[in-house]
């Protein structure tokens, strides 16, 4: 009779414990969406605050560097600053042995190249660093959020430059 | 809003039990301070000499939960940081009002002073004719102020708390180039030659107390030698211990090593390490009370069982952060 509710019990946790992992798989897949990039995990954190990034799964940005290593930050903001200066927060990485850059459509919530998206400043909406550039697929729904969400302006890859960045990190 | 977090709640009647008793005993401190006489059989004695057993009784508890307050108070500046933008740890949430780091600091300053009256307290209970009781009284007239200060500020800071204020994280509070402050100057410490300092530190301390243990002599030097080795520990944490924890080179952050992704560690440096301070300035406290009659005997035991206390936990310490070092991915 104890052998049978054991076994009953086991059962009962095993199947448990599948539908757990079920559940985790298909949310993890989330951030894998371009084929062959490193997946987020609990353990990465931003190169440059430190911060724990599984937590903000909606900020999440990502450099890959050509030797495979891959980095994960809280935020466009943070990963810009590492694009910004490889060898201080990465040394003996160069900014040239940089092959992917991804950030987050903040409405698509869907990993996006970094170098197409477009990105608003100055909206009232902030990252969990505070003043964020928040990244769009197209300028559509960059103008969209813009007009939403009082922001400022709209602005592409190669005009993202060091002192616009940190100009981002004022208090208020 | 955040005056109904458990741990805010928690922190605050802390607080206001440890306030509210510090005041009561104070009032019969003070009376002890100045009225007291062993030799009188006045009714003002016997009461004094009844009260004391309660005073002491209640501060011991109170002066525990104080101990108690100091982990829990970064405990739960930690556990309210994703209520805050810009916040990742502790740094972040203390940073939010103008009142949270001087709040940590006196309560680090009064965890001290709070184990040092404990251990008074404890050597006074060993004799016979409250040998103690006019410096435990004084020490106490010293900690109630700085505690009555911290209780405040501790009100202060929480009650201030503003979700939509945007704080700084630790990445910027403790980064090597943005020079402003405390953190920063700490973090810009070269990590080299600071580790050298640490070990050398390490080596003179443990070298000190072990001398101390065996001859029973330089229990001045030692009891100052832990001091430094406490100060050093804290700045060697900001400036290199940190960086082999989190395997980041940019990465100061004192606070971030008490969460649960890095096992609390630094729960366990930080408790050996104000344990371990507070048994080093127990001694040199002890050293002079020796030549009290009734303390005679009492003394050197426990100035011994002192020593051992903060040597073990030095050298765990030490060799904690030296397995971390030599376990850490990261190379410098």
């Known amino acids: ?172 | 809003m955040l005056l109904l977090h458990p741990g805010v709640i928690a922190n605050l009647l802390a607080s206001l039990i440890i306030a509210v008793m510090m005041l009561y005993s104070a009032f019969y401190g003070v009376q002890i301070l100045r009225h007291w006489d062993i030799e009188s059989g006045s009714e003002l004695q016997l009461v004094l000499e009844r009260k004391t057993y309660l005073v002491s009784t209640v501060l011991s508890y109170v002066f525990a939960l104080q101990l108690l307050s100091l982990f829990m108070y970064v405990f739960t500046a930690d556990n309210l940081h994703p209520l805050f933008v810009g916040a990742m740890c502790a740094a972040g949430t203390l940073n939010l009002n103008a009142f949270g780091y001087p709040t940590l600091l006196l309560k680090m300053f009064n965890f001290i002073l709070a184990g040092v009256w404990l251990i008074l307290n404890h050597a006074d209970n060993q004799g016979y004719d409250y040998p103690l009781i006019k410096k435990k009284y004084a020490l106490l007239a010293v900690v109630a102020p700085l505690i009555l200060i911290e209780a405040l500020l501790e009100f202060a800071y929480f009650l201030g708390l503003r979700a939509d204020v945007i704080t700084s994280c630790c990445g910027s509070l403790f980064s090597s180039e943005q020079g402003d402050g405390l953190g920063s100057d700490l973090a810009a410490l070269p990590p080299g030659p600071m580790i050298w300092f640490f070990y050398g530190t390490v080596f003179v301390t443990l070298a000190s107390g072990l001398y101390y243990y065996l001859r029973g002599k330089g229990g001045y030097f030692y009891s100052f030698a832990s001091m430094v080795f406490f100060l050093t520990s804290i700045v060697s944490i900001i400036s290199f211990i940190s960086l082999y924890i989190y395997e980041l080179p940019t990465h100061h952050c004192p606070f971030c090593i008490v969460m649960s992704e890095y096992d609390y560690i630094g729960y366990l440096l930080y408790i050996a390490l104000f344990i371990a301070a507070v048994a080093g300035v127990g001694i040199a406290t002890l050293i002079p009370l020796r030549g009290i009659e009734s303390l005679r005997e009492v003394i050197p035991g426990l100035t011994r069982k002192l020593t051992m206390t903060s040597l073990v936990l030095f050298f765990g310490f030490a060799s904690v952060v030296t397995y971390r070092i030599a376990a850490s991915n990261l190379i410098m």
């Open chain 1, 1 to 172: 009779m104890s052998s049978i509710t054991r076994r009953r019990c086991l059962q009962v946790l095993m199947t448990t414990a599948l539908a757990g992992l079920g559940a985790f798989l298909p949310a993890r897949r989330g951030f894998a969406e371009p084929a062959g990039v490193p997946v987020l995990k609990k353990s990465d954190r931003c190169p440059v605050c430190g911060m724990f990034v599984y937590k903000y799964p909606k900020w999440v940005a990502q450099i890959v560097f050509k030797d495979g290593s891959s980095y994960f930050y809280d935020g466009a903001k943070d990963m810009f600053k590492h694009y910004f200066d490889v060898a201080k927060y990465t040394p003996g990485k160069a900014a040239s042995d940089i092959t992917h850059m991804y950030v987050t459509d903040y409405y698509e919530v869907e990993l996006i190249e970094a170098k197409t998206a477009y990105y608003v400043l100055g909206s009232n909406i902030l990252g969990p660093m505070g003043h964020e550039l928040l990244p769009f697929k197209d300028q559509e729904s960059a103008q969209e959020f813009l007009e939403d969400h009082r922001g400022k302006s709209i602005i592409r890859f190669p005009e993202v430059r060091l002192p616009l960045v940190m100009s981002l990190d004022r208090r208020t």
